[in-house]
């Protein structure tokens, strides 16, 4: 059975999971069509260092920047409306390539278009993110968003830190307003 995470207390997937290695963090959420647009959500991954910046740009994960310079994380491509069952975007990990720099992975969640189309997240029902062991496919933990933020449109859902030879993963749930780039410009 999965873990449901809290906001501000930590976990050891590590410990959860011994011999832990491959790891997906999966994106979910319900289909919504507001002001005649699909809302479509986009996962991303910033890995960080000590300093809680990125440790190069191309440390950025998203949809223009598949996967990380150490080959240790892929985004696999992106959802456009939150379709189907199970999660709908995934970004795979391998964390024994993860470089030694890189302390913190942070992941986030940002609407597509959000200004444009006005889009929040308090357009959206039923998001969360998880992650799963690659191995066997089976959910290690989970965050479901439970606030309705109604004026943001970017999200730091969760972060993995290093904990010496393990790995922490915490729920976070901090929003910001000004999409994606508000991130980059806090992260570079």
């Given at each position: 059975?999965?873990?449901?995470?809290?906001?501000?207390?930590?976990?050891?997937i590590i410990?959860?999971?011994?011999?832990?290695?491959?790891?997906?963090?999966?994106?979910?959420?319900?289909?919504?069509?507001?002001?005649?647009?699909?809302?479509?959500?986009?996962?991303?991954?910033?890995?960080?260092?000590?300093?809680?910046?990125?440790?190069?740009?191309?440390?950025?994960?998203?949809?223009?920047?598949?996967?990380?310079?150490?080959?240790?994380?892929?985004?696999?491509?992106d959802s456009?409306?939150?379709?189907?069952?199970?999660?709908?975007?995934?970004?795979?990990?391998?964390?024994?390539?993860?470089?030694?720099?890189?302390?913190?992975?942070?992941?986030?969640?940002?609407?597509?278009?959000?200004?444009?189309?006005?889009?929040?997240?308090?357009?959206?029902?039923?998001?969360?993110?998880?992650?799963?062991?690659?191995?066997?496919?089976?959910?290690?933990?989970?965050?479901?968003?439970?606030?309705?933020?109604?004026?943001?449109?970017?999200?730091?859902?969760?972060?993995?830190?290093?904990?010496?030879?393990?790995?922490?993963?915490?729920?976070?749930?901090?929003a910001f307003?000004?999409?994606?780039?508000?991130?980059?410009?806090?992260?570079?």
């Amino acid at each position: 059975m999965a873990i449901q995470l809290e906001k501000r207390k930590p976990i050891s997937i590590i410990k959860e999971k011994p011999g832990l290695n491959n790891i997906i963090a999966g994106l979910g959420w319900d289909p919504a069509t507001v002001n005649g647009h699909s809302v479509d959500l986009d996962l991303s991954l910033f890995m960080l260092g000590a300093d809680g910046k990125l440790v190069e740009d191309e440390y950025f994960i998203f949809y223009n920047n598949a996967t990380s310079p150490d080959g240790s994380t892929h985004y696999p491509g992106d959802s456009r409306g939150g379709e189907g069952e199970g999660d709908d975007e995934v970004i795979n990990i391998e964390l024994s390539k993860i470089n030694p720099k890189v302390e913190f992975l942070y992941f986030a969640v940002t609407i597509d278009q959000c200004e444009e189309r006005v889009h929040n997240f308090g357009h959206v029902q039923n998001s969360y993110i998880n992650i799963r062991n690659a191995a066997d496919n089976s959910v290690l933990c989970q965050y479901k968003l439970q606030e309705n933020f109604t004026n943001e449109d970017s999200l730091i859902i969760a972060s993995i830190s290093r904990n010496g030879g393990a790995w922490d993963v915490e729920a976070l749930g901090q929003a910001f307003s000004g999409g994606l780039n508000t991130l980059v410009e806090l992260y570079q």
